[in-house]
């Protein structure tokens, strides 16, 4: 039995390939960790040594906690980790750290507001139908007898509502937990620290809050595992893609890596990556100048549409990415008639009058005879042998989209 986790399941949620790839193969992501995930582990990192060495009542400097945040920083570092917003540097998110870290400081010093229990603790969480999940709680804090109080600490660039707050699972996990593992508690402050804002979203849990967040986890991982038997794990594009450490392994974006050195590249003998990534944006110049151009260039339409399709079926992407669009490839198959010239032309229209089918047609129309196909109105052998006289064709469209 798996050991679910908040992030595990939210990873489902967000796109249930990558939850494939990461928790199911369990493969190693080919892309670096995002400059704002890492931010913010050296900033959670930074706050816990300062909250190990406050338990012992040795409170350090403001200066002594950015050194040791610079510290982390470059013991940590590593040459992959991914600056998504162009405009920015790794340097400008290392120096967001430190205001964040200062604000914290100038804010909770003396940090005497109660007393730390645990950080970093690890919280096992029992719930119905003999599901288990695992939490870390960053910081968890006696206030008074019976009376916790559960902090996060986030280096997101914008705070929530307070309605997000009130319904987030997470801060719902870690209620359940701190009662499960301390039931003589009475009240649980459950407290966002936005450390970018130096501001704090305050949360608590009723019973039947809780009751009906345990109810929807359960069902939500009944989902996963269904999933998981089925093998179906579709990708699920997003703004947060941008972010993911398997962007170069998913058929959504890979097609954008496969010329790098690190990224295995799929062998094709009709198109390259860059040939691919060439036709997308030449068969949207074709398509835009359609209207212009002589019935020689839908010949030519058709070819790069093919080299496409090909492409796409030999290498596995389900989308090519050009310079400013995204050519996606949606496959379906239909059945076709054969021709009034094809002699299984009338041996259809002879099975049909002796399935007493003809009747309902009169003559072989396609539309109708498909129709009829995809109804319950006929028996399966009656489809099987009408079937016989069909051909079955793979139609592959092409579609584009502006980037």
């Known amino acids: 039995m798996p050991l679910y ?7 489902y949620e967000n796109c249930p390939f990558q939850y494939k790839l990461r928790y199911v193969d369990r493969l190693k992501p080919i892309l670096g960790n995002s400059i704002e995930s890492f931010m913010g582990s050296m900033v959670h990192d930074s706050l816990e040594w300062l909250y190990k060495l406050a338990q012992d009542s040795n409170i350090v ?23 998504v917003k162009k405009e920015l540097t790794a340097d400008n998110f290392k120096e967001t750290g430190k205001t964040c870290l200062e604000m914290y400081y100038d804010r909770y010093h003396p940090f005497d507001q109660a007393i730390t229990i645990g950080l970093e603790e690890r919280m096992m969480i029992q719930l119905p139908e003999d599901k288990k999940m695992q939490g870390y709680i960053d910081r968890l804090d006696k206030i008074a007898d019976g009376h916790f109080s559960v902090h996060d600490y986030k280096t997101s660039n914008r705070v929530p509502p307070q309605a997000k707050a009130d319904q987030d699972r997470q801060l719902g996990l870690y209620a359940l937990a701190v009662h499960q593992k301390y039931p003589e508690i009475k009240k649980i402050d459950l407290v966002w620290h936005y450390v970018r804002f130096d501001e704090e979203v305050r949360s608590s849990r009723t019973e039947q809050q809780l009751d009906i967040m345990v109810e929807n986890t359960v069902n939500l991982i009944k989902d996963v595992e269904t999933a998981t038997e089925l093998k179906n794990f579709p990708t699920k594009t997003s703004i947060l893609c941008n972010w993911c450490e398997f962007k170069a392994q998913c058929p959504e974006y890979s097609h954008q890596y496969a010329s790098q050195s690190n990224v295995p590249v799929l062998d094709t003998t009709t198109m390259t990556a860059s040939q691919a990534a060439e036709t997308v944006d030449k068969l949207v110049e074709l398509k835009e100048k359609k209207k212009t151009l002589t019935a020689d260039m839908d ?7 093919s080299k496409l399709v090909t492409y796409s079926k030999e290498s596995g992407h389900n989308s090519v990415f050009g310079k400013d669009y995204k050519a996606s490839f949606n496959s379906s198959e239909s059945l076709r008639m054969p021709g009034k010239k094809d002699l299984r032309r009338y041996e259809l229209e002879s099975a049909l009058k002796e399935l007493e089918l003809w009747d309902n047609l009169q003559e072989i129309s396609p539309y109708k005879l498909k129709s009829m196909l995809k109804s319950d109105k006929i028996t399966p052998v009656q489809k099987k042998k009408i079937s016989e006289y069909m051909d079955q064709d793979e139609n592959v469209r092409i579609s584009l989209k502006k980037l």
């Open 5 to 11: 986790s908040h992030s595990r399941l939210g990873t």
């Open 61 to 83: 400097s403001k200066e002594a906690l950015i050194n040791k945040y610079d510290e982390l920083w470059s013991e940590n570092w590593k040459d992959d980790i991914r600056v």
């Open 299 to 305: 010949s030519l339409i058709e070819t790069l549409e």
